[in-house]
């Protein structure tokens, strides 16, 4: 929370300078309030009306400084909420492929909204409302010296009291705050595995289903934040309590004051209502301490900040020169293996196919040229180089994948190919020639700038899988791997678009497939059955 508000110290600063000048009106107002009753005492009609238009005047200004510091304080609170995305943003990508898949995008799509929701309820508003506790805090206790060194006295009592008690509760608000945490994203995932079988249920007839997983999914969210409610309303009613008998005490001491005429007597109307603000202030500030801890988990969440990437950590791997290279590579999911000793050899501008029946490791020696997957055994080299000594980021910018579940993303044609680089025309130009995508264009009213829908859900099978190659060759990375990328094509386009890869001299070529036909296995520098 610190690193944040330390981060955008000015926009907080110029929000909290306003929220200060507002709390010093409210004080002040409590001082003209205290001279126009003066006024009233003793007769004085002149200073009773030059008082009055006084604070009238005083109210006006308040109203539109306090109108302000709202503006401010939401540009202040819309920047940390956008740093908080990016820096969850960076977490995530610094996970390896296989910490990502560990748990559910439901989970993570809660890291992104509901947790930045909370951040906002739990910590950025209560931040600012303590800042103005603790400003009318001070300036109650200034006001209150003003008057007289007892009340301040009286003040500074009230004040141990209330910042001590909520020690005793911190601990009880973190393991709630991490409860109703945890509750929200198993809810989420819920929400998400529902909406995602809905089909499933639906053609089925189970309904029920669906009615009663919404249901429980919903009490996973109600009651831990149910029970955070209750336990925070027990303690606030009890800080309460503490403040009525402390400003019971405050206001007995100022009527003592007034009546042996130590100060004045229009201190009884403005002075109650320092003590008051005083001790309100004390009391909302201890209870927004507590809020602040029940945020701890959402923060624990971030381990990244954007600043925080080395210089050199994104340089480039140099292309392939000679090969890629497996030796011995052998790994297993859990307690089954699926690649034992593996040696084979990939030479730069090469064109091989990986065949054999499912499950033998074909998908999984993809990724673990990806560098999806580590803690395997044996070794993959890069030109006589071990894999283990690139990062994954410098991995991936030498390789294009291919699969066979193409996901889109719900915008047009032309930035699902290009992911917001540019490129010029000639380069779209071949990529849409190369992957048989052009035909399918030409029928398209809008081109490229057809929108795919959600997944690419206005696309056929076939027009997905094609974006996903076109977007594969644009990006001209050294070595593609194919995982069954033109399965869901007619003969012809298939044909287009093998032809186009396998013409390419500068790419090395890696290809899973299940049906290889004599004439397509000759075109191939080397086929390797696992």
């Known amino acids: ?43 004085d009609l002149r200073g009773f009306l030059l008082w009055t238009l ?61 947790d930045v929701n909370k951040i906002e309820e739990l910590a950025w508003q209560p931040f600012y409302r303590c800042v103005g506790c603790v400003a009318n805090v001070l300036f109650s206790a200034v006001a209150l010296l003003m008057l007289h060194w007892s009340l301040l006295v009286a003040a500074l009592v009230n004040v141990a009291v209330m910042m001590l008690v909520p020690q005793l509760f911190n601990k009880r608000m973190e393991k709630l705050g991490a409860a109703c945490e945890a509750g929200q994203a198993r809810a989420t995932g819920k929400f998400k595995d529902l909406l995602s079988g809905y089909d499933v249920l639906y053609s089925f007839g189970r309904e029920e289903c669906f009615r009663r997983g919404t249901a429980e999914a919903s009490e996973e969210i109600e009651k ?37 005429g130590v100060i004045l007597q229009g201190a009884l109307m403005g002075g109650g209502n320092l003590c008051g603000s005083l001790s309100n202030g004390v009391g909302v500030a201890a209870q927004l301490l507590l809020s602040f801890s029940s945020t701890k988990p959402y923060f624990e969440k971030i381990t990244h900040h954007g600043e ?16 890629v290279t497996v030796k011995d590579l052998t790994f297993r999911y ?25 499950g033998c490791g074909k998908s999984t020696l993809l990724k673990l040229l990806l560098g999806w997957l580590p803690n395997y055994g044996g070794s993959i080299l890069f030109d006589g180089e071990d894999a283990c000594g690139f990062t994954p980021e410098q991995i991936r910018r030498q390789m294009s994948y291919i699969e066979q579940n193409v996901f889109l993303f ?70 593609l791997l194919v995982d069954e990328g033109t399965s869901a094509l007619d003969p012809e386009n298939a044909g287009i678009v093998e032809n186009s890869l396998l013409d390419n001299p500068d790419l090395t070529l890696i290809l899973v497939s299940h049906h290889l036909t004599p004439e397509r296995r000759a075109r191939f520098t080397g086929v390797y059955s696992l």
């Not at 309030?33 to 005492?41: A, R």
């Not at 925070?232 to 001491?253: D, H, P, R, Y």
């Not at 010029?424 to 190369?434: G, Y």
């Open 308 to 323: 925080e990437i080395p210089d050199g950590e994104h340089d480039e791997l140099r292309p392939i020169r000679d090969a």
């Open 224 to 260: 831990p934040k149910f029970r955070l409610t209750c336990v925070k309303s027990v303690i606030g009613a009890g800080f309460e309590c503490v403040n009525i008998v402390m400003q019971l005490l405050t206001n007995g001491l100022i009527g003592l004051l007034s009546i042996r």
């Open 1 to 43: 929370m610190r690193y944040y508000l330390r981060k955008f110290w000015s926009a907080n600063l110029a929000a909290i300078l306003l929220l200060l000048i507002v709390c010093a009106l409210q004080i002040g107002n409590n001082f003209l309030m205290m001279q126009t009753f003066q006024s009233i005492i003793e007769l």
């Open 334 to 358: 859990d307690e089954k293996p699926v690649l034992r000793g593996l040696s084979l050899a990939f030479q730069k501008g090469g064109k091989y196919a990986l065949t054999g029946p499912s």
């Open 410 to 479: 719900n915008t047009t044609i032309r930035d699902n190919i290009t992911l917001g680089e540019e490129f010029t025309e000639e380069q779209m130009e071949k990529a849409l020639r190369d992957s048989a995508l052009i035909k399918d264009l030409a029928a398209m009213p809008e081109g490229l700038d057809t929108p795919v829908g959600e997944n690419g859900g206005n696309l056929s099978g076939g027009q997905k899988q094609r974006v996903a190659i076109a977007r594969a060759l644009i990006h001209d990375r050294s070595v």
């Open 54 to 114: 006084l604070l009238c005047g005083s109210w006006f200004l308040l109203l539109w400084v306090d109108s302000l510091e709202e503006i401010f304080q939401g540009r202040a609170i819309r920047k940390m909420n956008d740093e908080v995305r990016r820096d969850a943003a960076e977490t995530l990508l610094k996970k390896s492929h296989g910490e990502f898949h560990e748990k559910d995008t439901g989970d993570y799509l809660s890291q992104f909204t509901n």
